[in-house]
């Protein structure tokens, strides 16, 4: 069974600092690139950072550059976000997904955790 379990997400003000992880078992983790999504109320699930199988290739959305960090660990089978300095607008449910260009057979190009919700308020 596929699993992406995100974790570390909470309240926190502004300014503030949270760490996610994301938990993946039930595939070769190593072989898949890993991205932090984002979705707060009323608004589409926007990409916030992503990281290739090797940790060769980092993307981050504008809006956290400076901000946010992401990493991953292949020998723990996770991967991190590190959040720094947030602000009310980072509120929002923060989704762990796995993506890779040539699945294996009987696997899919992509997997998705069910979330974890952040909220940054004074």
């Known amino acids: 069974q596929v699993q992406l379990v995100e974790s570390g997400g909470g309240l926190v003000q502004p300014g503030g600092s949270l760490r996610l992880s994301c938990a993946a078992s039930?595939?070769?983790?190593?072989?898949?690139?890993m991205n932090w999504y984002r979705q707060a109320p009323g608004k589409e699930r926007e990409l916030v950072a992503g990281?290739?199988?090797?940790?060769?290739?980092?993307n981050y959305a504008d809006f956290v550059k400076g901000r946010f960090t992401i990493s991953r660990d292949n020998a723990k089978n996770t991967v991190y976000l590190q959040m720094n300095s947030l602000k009310p607008e980072d509120t929002a449910v923060y989704y762990c997904?796995?993506?890779?260009?040539?699945?294996?057979?009987?696997?899919?190009?992509?997997?998705w955790g069910q979330g974890t919700q952040v909220t940054v308020s004074s």
């Open positions: 039930g595939f070769t983790f190593s072989r898949y690139a």
């Open positions: 997904n796995a993506r890779t260009i040539i699945p294996a057979p009987g696997y899919e190009y992509a997997y």
């Open positions: 990281i290739t199988s090797g940790s060769g290739t980092i």
